[in-house]
């Protein structure tokens, strides 16, 4: 697929005016973040109940070989029965996933799902981004629903979500037929993810490059392009595997329902992608909802979240919307 065709520089230029940008391209307009917690807090009794009648959250890691023999190792978060329950695979990008943040496995367990990430295990292998670390989670997933211990505990549909840098892992594997088969994707989830990693690598320089930059953005810049300088995601010098790590690359091959949620304000990954992505997957006629946020939504700086309501209201609604999402499809 051609990515050129969506240029995130144009959409970001014509989305100054963003009310009328979004009235001419039917794009859903950002809601005030009063009218996003009144909305969103609909699900917030039945998702408290769930919160609070599980409490018994365990832990099972595994390893595995990949299709080329390496081992990866990975965590599956569920309750502590032998209850058949629906997979939920979520990458968040850059050694952000459930190892790190454990506390979002322990919400998709009580909501009643098995939550897995997984990693490389040579740390010598530089493959988060790239397009072997999709190829990686569909292979840890295949074990999961293969092996003796794990299998049982898996009913047969699964969500893929994806947030941030996450975002390629999900569009694969819901572009291939016999992945969403095998797995019984249902939907795929997207939270402030990119549309093209050559637009995403030239954003990171920028931020790293602009003075003005806030401390916490340029942070995350630095780590991603010292990251990405490994992997050898050049879009100059290699450009098939950039188009190959590119989540948009996948939208025109997309077998199920897309939710797009993306901060507005977001500066580190521009919310035009999230444009970009809906603008695709509309043309090809694909089933997607974009949800667009007030605030930065999950790239708020922690410390940030509770200081401004835009902020707030859009991590509050993007978990109360993700779960409401998952209640319909999986059950």
């Known amino acids: 697929m051609n990515l050129m065709k969506f240029d995130i520089g144009r959409i970001r230029e014509q989305n100054k005016g963003h009310a009328e940008f979004c009235r001419i391209h039917s794009i859903p307009e950002v809601e005030s973040p009063c009218k996003l917690l009144l909305k969103s807090s609909l699900h917030l009794p039945f998702f408290l109940w769930d919160m609070c009648r599980f409490k018994d959250v365990e832990i099972k890691k595994f390893r595995c070989l990949n299709r080329e023999g ?6 599956m978060y569920g309750l502590g029965d032998d209850k058949p329950r629906p997979l939920i695979i979520l990458d968040a990008g850059l050694r952000r996933d459930l190892i790190k943040f454990k506390i979002i496995g322990q919400i ?19 493959v988060e981004l790239t397009f072997k670390e999709a190829l ?9 629903r293969n092996n003796e211990s794990f299998k049982s505990l898996l009913s047969p549909v699964s969500a ?7 975002g390629l892992i999900p569009f694969y594997a819901a572009s291939e037929k016999e992945i969403v088969e095998s797995q019984g994707i249902q ?16 954003r990171l320089q920028e931020i790293l490059a602009d003075p003005n930059s806030d401390p916490y953005s340029k942070k995350l810049a630095y780590e991603y392009l010292c990251e990405i300088a490994k992997t050898g995601l050049d879009p ?8 190959a790590a590119s989540p948009g690359t996948y939208d025109p091959k997309v077998l199920v329902p897309v939710y797009l949620f993306h901060g507005a304000q977001d500066g580190i990954v521009d919310f035009e992608g999230s444009i970009a992505h809906y603008q695709c997957l509309k043309n090809c006629g ?31 609604a993007t978990l109360l919307m993700i779960y409401d999402i998952l209640d319909n499809h999986l059950g």
Request: aromatic share 10%.
């Open 70 to 75: 390496e081992e990866l190792s990975g965590r």
């Open 108 to 126: 998709l367990a009580r909501m009643g799902y098995r939550a897995v990430s997984c990693r490389q295990v040579d740390p010598n292998k530089h």
């Open 136 to 144: 990686n989670y569909v292979d840890a997933a295949t074990f999961l």
């Open 160 to 166: 893929w979500i994806g947030m941030s840098g996450g």
């Open 187 to 202: 939907c795929i989830i997207a939270v402030s993810t990119y549309f093209s990693a050559a637009d995403a690598i030239k």
């Open 236 to 243: 100059v010098t290699n450009p098939e595997a950039v188009n």
């Open 286 to 316: 694909k089933k997607v909802e974009l949800y667009p946020l007030p605030g930065k939504d999950i790239h708020a700086p922690n410390k940030e979240v509770f200081r401004h309501l835009s902020d707030f209201s859009g991590v509050f």
